[in-house]
């Protein structure tokens, strides 16, 4: 089974902060995705990487930035986090291709004081 | 542009009865469609995926969608609720121009 591993579960940061959310998925996928998911919102994808070094910019990048040094592993940055930046962050990898289904991980729950 | 609507934030069914989330879709050539179940505190789990094949597509758990070209729709239903089955559900479109476009979500409530 693929097992997408989010760092934190939950997490605490002030305004102004620099944030960084590590996600590590261990069966090779080449995709992978960061969203973020707000009540009467659902998920709503921020940043997504087709291989190692590339990124794209999904519906709401501002603010955020990412970073893909290796397969596995993408991490999702705040430069300068707010509290409007307050949400569940899901990571998710999958294989090439928006026919095959997404795994995710547990998500960060993270709040911006 | 593209769309998928859930038809349905909430949905309340008594234990033992069947249950029917309704996901529309606004129209493609050939879209993939998937389910996505969500319990409190966890990650999407793939309930089911279409992809072109058979039209009604069976997954995990009993639960099952059928795709209708004709009412651009792909419910879910299940014969029977369990108290387990409580969570929030997604329905989840794709094209092959790589663009992926969730619903905002079903929550399922099950009453005893």
């Known amino acids: 089974d693929v097992k997408v591993t989010q760092s934190s579960r939950y997490l605490v940061k002030r305004t102004g902060e620099k944030v960084f959310l590590e996600c590590v998925q261990d069966?090779?996928?080449?995709?992978m995705f960061w969203y973020r998911q707000d009540p009467g919102l659902g998920l709503r994808l921020i940043y997504f990487?087709?291989?190692?070094?590339?990124?794209e910019k999904g519906d709401i990048p501002e603010g955020y930035s990412v970073s893909r040094e290796k397969k596995e592993r993408f991490s999702l940055i705040l430069e300068s986090a707010s509290t409007n930046q307050t949400s569940m962050y899901l990571c998710?990898?999958?294989?090439?291709?928006?026919?095959?289904?997404?795994?995710f991980g547990d998500g960060t729950r993270l709040s911006i004081l | 542009a593209q769309s998928v609507t859930q038809l349905d934030s909430h949905v309340s069914v008594s234990e033992g009865t069947p249950v029917l989330l309704r996901c529309n879709y606004s129209?493609?050539?050939?879209?993939?469609l998937f389910w996505y179940v969500q319990h409190p505190n966890k990650g999407l789990q793939l309930l089911l995926k279409?992809?072109?094949?058979?039209?009604l597509v069976k997954g995990i758990n009993g639960f099952e969608a059928e795709f209708k070209k004709s009412e651009t729709s792909f419910h879910l239903t299940k014969p029977s609720a369990h108290m387990s089955d409580a969570a929030e559900y997604f329905c989840?479109?794709?094209?092959?121009?790589?663009?992926?476009?969730f619903g905002k979500g079903t929550r399922l409530h099950i009453l005893p």
């Open positions: 990487s087709y291989d190692v070094k590339m990124k």
């Open positions: 069966m090779d996928h080449e995709n």
């Open positions: 279409y992809t072109s094949a058979a039209t």
């Open positions: 998710a990898s999958s294989l090439p291709g928006t026919a095959q289904p997404q795994h």
């Open positions: 129209s493609s050539y050939s879209p993939s």
């Open positions: 989840v479109w794709s094209d092959n121009d790589d663009k992926i476009i």
